[in-house]
Each structure stands twice: as structure tokens, then as C-alpha cells.
């Protein structure tokens, strides 16, 4: 059984940063892309960025880019995302997800399992 962990979410002034990282266990990790997305009370879940298996191709949202960089290290099976001059519209869960085809998608349908979310929440 796979299970994510999410942690680094909290509370944050505008323009501040944080550091979001999610470890799997129970997992051969190097054999999935890995995707961060989020969701805010009353919308639907949306992509935020993602990272082919071996890291060499990202993906990100138009409103997170160049503010938000994913990374991550197969030696600790974990996946990070740095999340730089946040704005109170990036408040949400923040959910890591692995996605079995490796082509880092957009689309949450194609990501196989999940973990329960992090909070972040920026006020303004």
C-alpha cells in the first residue's frame, strides 16, 4: 500500500514564503511522476506542478509559475515544492499525488493515489 505525506503547510503573510514536502512510503518511488495540487473551499481541485520520475521535465499552473518550484530527491523518496511571493488566492489544501504513466498530467483523474492534504493559508 502507497501512502503520501504532506507536510510544511501553514499560515503566512502575502509575499512570504513556504516550503511544501511530501514523502511516500510503500513505494518505488522512482517509477511515478509526481504532482501538486490544491483545492479552496468551494472550488474544484486544481493542478498546481508536477515532475517526471526522474526530474528532468516540470510542469506548472500559469498562475503558480514563476513563483513555484517543484523538486525532488528519488534517494529520500520525497517531493518538495517551494512556494515563493505567495498571494491569499494560493489558500487552499495542498495534496501530493503520484501518477503511474510518468508524463507529470495535469489532469488529477490520471494520478493513482494520494495524500490527505496540507494547509496553506495566506493572509493578506
Known amino acids: 500500500q502507497v501512502e503520501l505525506v504532506e507536510s510544511g503547510g501553514g499560515l503566512v503573510q502575502a509575499g512570504g514564503s513556504l516550503r511544501l514536502s511530501c514523502v511516500a512510503r510503500g513505494a518505488t518511488f522512482i517509477r511515478y511522476a509526481m504532482g501538486w495540487f490544491r483545492q479552496a473551499p468551494g472550488k474544484e481541485r486544481e493542478f498546481v506542478a508536477s515532475i517526471e520520475k526522474n526530474g528532468d521535465s516540470t510542469r506548472y499552473a500559469d498562475s503558480v509559475k514563476d513563483r513555484f518550484t517543484i523538486s525532488r530527491d528519488n534517494a529520500k523518496n520525497t517531493v518538495l515544492l517551494q512556494m515563493n511571493s505567495l498571494k491569499p488566492e494560493d489558500s487552499a489544501v495542498y495534496s501530493c499525488?503520484?501518477?503511474?504513466?510518468?508524463?507529470?498530467?495535469?489532469?488529477?483523474?490520471?494520478?493513482?493515489?494520494w495524500g490527505q492534504g496540507t494547509q496553506v493559508t495566506v493572509s493578506s
Open positions: 499525488a503520484g501518477e503511474f504513466k510518468g508524463s507529470g498530467s495535469r489532469r488529477p483523474i490520471d494520478y493513482a493515489f
